[in-house]
């Protein structure tokens, strides 16, 4: 995970979570396409983030909380379309970070929300001092988790042949002390093993750890020499987070209008956003139809923050992704949409009736 004062740094550690269970029978490549994008976050989603001061075991110093604002800072500065907003009530945020020492790690993505409803349980944990170089690095890692990133070493398009021996060996060891459960998870484990999706391997990424000499057989060149990706955020992580995350106006968005089918024209990662202001107030549906696989997700516009009112995912399933509830007259909502996979024909819409 970038680069570090010694020359075997403690790591992040994700929580072991398992992943959702899909149909038996789902195409691969339509898996894959679903594992690549299921953790991340619709765009022009606000973010809201707290820190646990009030549970003295997870209480961190004024400097390690500035820390943590400046990496939420420098992924906003990349230019992308979600915002990062500090709260005051633990009940508020998506992200909720203490400081134990010992283990950085955060829940990936949308498992912020949905593996961890408790508002007394944290999210994001920083275990050691963040204001060097490579504490600076482990915030924007961790933060990049939160924003629905992977480990970059386990990319199943790095290629990387471990000394899987000497992989476990180094990592039950100071300073990591972590089971073969814990390295298999975080390292030897590939992600998206279909080559149908993803990117290509960034070494430099700040998702990816830094790895001694002696733990990597292929690519040779890393046989003997450490592997040490560069300081802070890569090109590639750069356009990964604009692709997932861009920062288009609402001047843009369509408006949705009763009655009337919107084809969705966008490829597989892609997000479409539109503009929902009904005259009159009744309970209306919003309902994708085709061979989709889509999330959808409504928000209500409450003075420039929009405020989550409900959401649907049916990737991997048969049925259409769709919302029943009541809007008002007078008030302004937005639809994001993101696509995961289209049926064999592509073609598909959503209409609100």
Not at 16 to 39: G, Q, T
Not at 106 to 131: A, H, K
Not at 327 to 345: D, M, P, V
Request: hydrophobic letters at 35%; aromatic letters at 12%.
């Amino acid at each position: 995970m970038k680069t570090c004062e010694h020359v075997t740094p403690s790591i992040c550690s994700l929580p072991l979570v398992e992943p959702r269970k899909l149909a038996a029978n789902i195409d691969r490549n339509r898996e894959s396409l679903v594992r690549y994008i299921e953790k991340k976050w619709v765009n022009h989603t606000s973010l809201h983030f707290y820190f646990m001061q009030d549970q003295p075991q997870l209480k961190g110093a004024e400097n390690q909380l500035q820390a943590v604002r400046d990496a939420f800072k420098g992924w906003k500065a990349l230019g992308i379309g979600l915002d990062f907003i500090e709260v005051a009530r633990a009940s508020e945020a998506e992200f909720r970070i203490g400081f134990t020492p010992g283990s950085s790690w955060s829940y990936v993505g949308r498992d912020c929300i949905d593996l961890v409803p408790n508002p007394q349980e944290q999210t994001m944990n920083f275990g050691w001092d963040l204001t060097t170089p490579y504490g600076r690095d482990t915030a924007l890692h961790e933060i990049g988790h939160a924003l629905g990133f992977p480990h970059e070493h386990q990319n199943h398009k790095a290629g990387i042949v471990w000394d899987e021996d000497a992989v476990y060996a180094n990592f039950a060891a100071y300073p990591n002390y972590w089971d073969q459960a814990t390295t298999y998870h975080n390292i030897i484990r590939k992600i998206s093993p279909q080559d149908a999706t993803g990117s290509p391997w960034d070494k430099d990424s700040i998702m990816h750890y830094q790895f001694d000499a002696g733990l990597i057989l292929s690519p040779t060149e890393f046989q003997n020499a450490p592997l040490i990706p560069a300081p802070g955020l890569s090109d590639m992580d750069i356009q990964e987070a604009l692709k997932f995350y861009p920062n288009n106006s609402a001047s843009q968005w369509p408006q949705l209008t009763p009655f009337l089918s919107h084809k969705l024209d966008i490829m597989p990662s892609e997000q479409l956003d539109f503009i929902i202001e009904p005259d009159i107030s009744r309970t209306y549906n919003i309902q994708t139809f085709g061979s989709l696989d889509t999330v959808i997700v409504l928000f209500e516009d409450d003075n420039a923050e929009p405020i989550y009112l409900a959401g649907d995912d049916d990737s991997g399933t048969d049925y259409n992704a769709k919302i029943s509830l009541r809007l008002i007259n007078g008030r302004r909502y937005y639809l994001r949409l993101r696509l995961y996979s289209a049926g064999a024909s592509g073609e598909g819409g959503i209409m609100l009736w």
